[in-house]
């Protein structure tokens, strides 16, 4: 069995008060005119508080990484893993998916942890374009690869909900680094196995 090394326990334990939550969201609904006092929703403001709680709250978990004994040289991608944060310019949920290759170095990661470390950085109000260069930044800091390439694909319910409408349509951003932005077979291959047109 290989032997494996663990890189930085991400955790995001930010100090809160649910019970003022609670108290900010029934005084939020009630200044836009919405009537508490019906049993359905006596109890809104409370699992709104826990609601948000939950989006801002990524799960803890160690980055594993394998040593490259193999020499894999070749990309290694997962595509399709489902995405959701909060937009930070009107805390409205956006979703999709994201697809994340990188060429190993001296290091492999377990293929779960891509996607662990994607929920880690999207558990918080977000843009799209900074989480993508995040999720990049951090596999490139940590796993030292010669280069990683990340795309996202996400409706965001700020668009299609509210203001221009535009329901079906969707965002798409990338991040290159490394190898996989420098040399363009590298690149055409890492957009090819995503599914996306470069």
């Not at 697809?99 to 929920?119: F, M, N, Q, T």
Request: with cysteine; net charge negative; hydrophobic share 40%.
């Amino acid at each position: 069995m290989p032997s494996t090394a663990t890189l930085h326990v991400l955790h995001q334990a930010p100090g809160r008060d649910l019970a003022a939550a609670e108290e900010a969201a029934a005084a939020f609904l009630e200044a836009l005119g919405i009537d508490l006092d019906s049993e359905s929703l006596r109890q809104t403001p409370r699992r709104m508080a826990h609601g948000y709680a939950e989006l801002f709250t990524p799960r803890a978990f160690d980055l594993t990484t394998f040593p490259n004994d193999e020499d894999y040289d070749e990309l290694v991608l997962v595509r399709n893993v489902p995405l959701r944060s909060v937009c930070e310019h009107h805390l409205l949920p956006f979703a999709g998916t994201v697809h994340i290759g990188y060429l190993p170095g001296e290091r492999i990661i377990g293929l779960s942890k891509l996607a662990r470390v994607a929920e880690h950085f999207a558990c918080r109000p977000q843009v799209q374009e900074r989480l993508t260069k995040q999720i990049a930044g951090w596999l490139d800091e940590h796993l030292h690869p010669r280069g990683v390439g990340v795309v996202i694909e996400a409706e965001h319910s700020c668009m299609t909900l509210r203001g221009v409408q535009s329901v079906g349509s969707a965002t798409v951003t990338s991040a290159l680094l490394g190898a996989v932005r420098d040399d363009p077979r590298s690149r055409q291959e890492f957009f090819a196995l995503a599914g996306v047109r470069a």
